[in-house]
């Protein structure tokens, strides 16, 4: 496969998952049938293109709805140069700050505190190297075991075709990534997450854009059953305030340490499309 057409294929198939991820979660907005499904029409995603200065852009997907309060699917293919600041912290940039990279992000953030937000993102970067890198956490308002379990579940799965050890490497990594220093604490029950996914040799590129790929069929077929599984649930006053507190870890990781924000904000990205993670509604005690 030629870097051209590598580039290609890694950028459809991120557009690809956008429209079913995008398409699955309509769905759900059309089944709900919680207390106030009367109350308000389904939710319908708009998508707002935007143009990065130094190259390229993306389309930025959000729907605001009955089930989701706020849920953002975006993907983007950005060129150009990282800034000399930041060109040393990625794998081969210090000595040319050319890159390209390709990916899509999701974050979801439903209005009933018993169905669990959810992240998830895979990218493909190429610098003088070329890698796949994301991953997938669940951070639930009120931890259920059977969605853990049928979440990790599936990203075992995902991860059973790269190789044994995988899944046990890669939720590691995302046990200590999710995690709130300032904190002392998870941010949610954990996923997967991982980088630097050699993609030089063809070999390893085919391997790799597969387990990628992987990924994201997982989290596909297992986070909207985990939603349909809780959404029709009444919840309390307590409850949407204990909800609100919570998100209050994700804005606090998010914004101090998540890779995905800085990659964006230093590399000249829309800033709404980069902070679309951001819940709309959230609380400190």
Known sequence: ????????????????LRDRLCAAFETLEDRYAGPDAAEQAPGRFTFAPWQREGGGGGVMGLMKGRVFEKVGVNVSTVMGEFAPQFAGQIPGAAEDPRFWATGISLVAHPRNPHVPPAHMNTRHIRTTKSWFGGGADLNPIYAVEADTTDFHAALEGACAGLDEGAYARFKQWADEYFFIPHRGEPRGVGGIFYDYL?????????????FTRAVGEAFLDVYPRLVARHMDRAWTAEERQHQLVRRGRYVEFNLLYDRGTQFGLKTGGNPEAILMSLPPVVAWP
Do not use: P, S, V
Not at 1 to 16: D, L, Q, S, V
């Open 1 to 16: 496969m030629t870097i051209e057409r590598e580039k290609a294929a890694a950028e459809a198939w991120f557009k690809g």
């Open 198 to 210: 050699e993609a030089d040799q063809e070999a390893d590129l085919e391997r790799h854009f597969a």
